[in-house]
């Protein structure tokens, strides 16, 4: 009978846990195109998912946005090349006088149900990622050797993953045996008129400099690939409106939250400069 009140416990106890991932208030997300349509078949069918596009373009926002619409927790780990086993499963630890397990995100999910997302996972070290194998197939497992456990993922549980193909390398890639367990998205900087929508809704800032905003952003991403490593990203764009809204000279504020971002290369510097003074050509 104290076996089942202790197990009771425990899962009273991950209940809560669990609920304390949960979106409690609804993220600001506007649709690029039917990737809301594709999540939800891949929600439905538990086929696990890789999003994959450039820095800043909205994999982040879009995965809180499908895990409040499908009211289920959102389990994030950011990934990193000291990411260890233990970090995903669990460990054992020193509670007073016992040892106890404690789970770790991954195991968290898949006991509990919800969406784990593991963001920029081509950072992790390859002996971490190669325990997703046996949650991305069929048998939807995880095997934790250190308690001997051999947990059957949740009816609830989905597994996404995240990359910026742009930063790919020979030493850190996706596997091809880990990236064909997975169905994917691919996500690129929004159309003007979306990215106009994003700029004004999440800095405050008028339609119509945010529109100035958006196809400053789009001029500067065409010196991708001429020494810019990668194009201003929504973000830094939403950034530079901010700062506007908040009274800094919209010269100021770009070069501030893009050109001195972007790049330290004093050519392509001038570059970003050139084509911002085009659209505040008056502003100091």
Not at 88 to 97: C, H, N
Not at 159 to 187: A, C, D
Not at 214 to 227: D, F, H, M, V
Request: proline fraction near 4%; hydrophobic fraction near 35%.
């Amino acid at each position: 009978m104290s076996e089942i009140i202790q197990e009771v416990n425990k899962q009273m106890k991950n209940d809560k846990i669990i609920d304390e991932y949960r979106m409690k208030e609804k993220p600001n997300y506007i649709p690029q195109g039917n990737e809301e349509d594709i999540f939800m078949h891949a929600w439905r069918k538990r086929i696990p998912l890789i999003l994959k596009g450039p820095t800043g373009c909205g994999k982040t926002r879009f995965i809180q946005h499908m895990a409040y619409k499908l009211h289920q927790p959102l389990i994030t780990v950011s990934c990193h090349e000291d990411l260890t086993s233990a970090d995903l499963m669990g460990r054992y630890l020193l509670k007073g006088d016992e040892t106890i397990w404690q789970d770790g995100p991954l195991t968290l999910a898949v006991r509990n149900g919800g969406i784990c997302y593991l963001d920029e996972i081509v950072e992790a070290r390859n002996d971490t990622t190669v325990l997703m194998h046996s949650l991305t197939d069929d048998r939807r497992m995880l095997y934790l050797d250190r308690t001997g456990e051999v947990i059957k993922a949740h009816s609830d549980f989905m597994m996404v993953i995240t990359y910026n193909p742009g930063y790919q390398s020979i030493r850190k890639n996706l596997k091809e045996s880990t990236k064909q367990r997975f169905s994917s998205i691919v996500f690129t900087h929004p159309a003007e008129e979306t990215e106009t929508k994003i700029i004004e809704t999440e800095s405050g800032l008028a339609g119509e400099m945010s529109s100035t905003l958006a196809k400053i952003g789009s001029k500067i991403r065409n010196l991708q690939g001429y020494g810019l490593i990668e194009g201003a990203s929504t973000r830094i764009l939403v950034y530079a409106a901010r700062l506007i809204k908040d009274g800094l000279h919209p010269r100021l504020a770009c070069r501030t939250a893009i050109t001195n971002t972007l790049t330290d290369d004093p050519q392509i510097m001038d570059s970003i400069e050139d084509i911002i003074r085009m659209f505040f050509e008056n502003d100091q």
